[in-house]
T-cell receptor, first 117, second 111 residues
Framework: NAGVTQTPKFQVLKTGQSMTLQCAQDMNHEYMSWYRQDPGMGLRLIHYSVGAGITDQGEVPNGYNVSRSTTEDFPLRLLSAAPSQTSVYFC????????????????FGQGTRLTVV | DQQVKQNSPSLSVQEGRISILNCDYTNSMFDYFLWYKKYPAEGPTFLISISSIKDKNEDGRFTVFLNKSAKHLSLHIVPSQPGDSAVYFCAATPTLGRLYFGRGTQLTVWP
């Protein structure tokens, strides 16, 4: 059971480059989200999705795009990388609360450590 | 404006004793609360949760207490073990699985 899989695990980008962080889950979860973790800042929500074709912004969406064409995949795109985007990125998935499925805790991937130079 | 606050960045406890991690929240719409544990170079993992209709939830060595009037929750670990050393995040949600996280507390359990 793979759970939430993120690729790559590490990445170094030059300022201005673009890239896509991949996230896939095999638990048929409706809800998926992207967080970034910075020292002393906890986990901050970038974008989230409540199902295929539906996305919305979180607390820190600037500089990032997402799409959700399938239930399983939720890629995060950096349009033009900046040093301020150096961070550890986590993808998470969960069932939507209020559905008949009782588990509501989010399952996290292992993270992608991104450095922008 | 941080809606979930963990005011203690670190906590050091001797093995066998109780660890108490605290969390405060400001949004009265939050009705479900969770604790996550995170080891270095790994993703956070779910530890325990509590609904706002309860004031206590217990799972083995871990107990979460919720005081709605004070908008405060705490995680108790008894007895603490060295393997419990990790960063603990408090999280809260009003709806639809969107989680608001605190900044985390680094717990160190020493022998």
């Amino acid at each position: 059971n793979a759970g939430v899989t993120q690729t790559p695990k590490f990445q170094v980008l030059k300022t201005g480059q673009s890239m896509t962080l991949q996230c896939a889950q095999d638990m048929n979860h409706e809800y998926m989200s992207w967080y970034r973790q910075d020292p002393g800042m906890g986990l901050r929500l970038i974008h989230y999705s409540v199902g295929a074709g539906i996305t919305d912004q979180g607390e820190v969406p600037n500089g990032y795009n997402v799409s959700r064409s399938t239930t399983e995949d939720f890629p995060l795109r950096l349009l033009s990388a900046a040093p301020s985007q150096t961070s550890v990125y986590f993808c998470a998935s969960s069932y939507i609360r209020g559905s008949y499925k009782m588990n509501t805790e989010a399952f996290f991937g292992q993270g992608t450590r991104l450095t922008v130079v | 404006d941080q809606q979930v606050k963990q005011n203690s960045p670190s906590l050091s406890v001797q093995e066998g004793r109780i660890s108490i991690l605290n969390c405060d929240y400001t949004n009265s719409m939050f009705d479900y609360f969770l604790w996550y544990k995170k080891y270095p170079a790994e993703g956070p993992t779910f530890l325990i949760s509590i609904s706002s209709i309860k004031d206590k939830n217990e799972d083995g060595r871990f107990t979460v207490f919720l005081n709605k009037s004070a908008k405060h929750l705490s995680l108790h670990i008894v007895p603490s073990q060295p393997g419990d050393s990790a960063v603990y995040f408090c999280a809260a949600t009003p709806t639809l699985g969107r989680l608001y996280f605190g900044r985390g507390t680094q717990l160190t359990v020493w022998p």
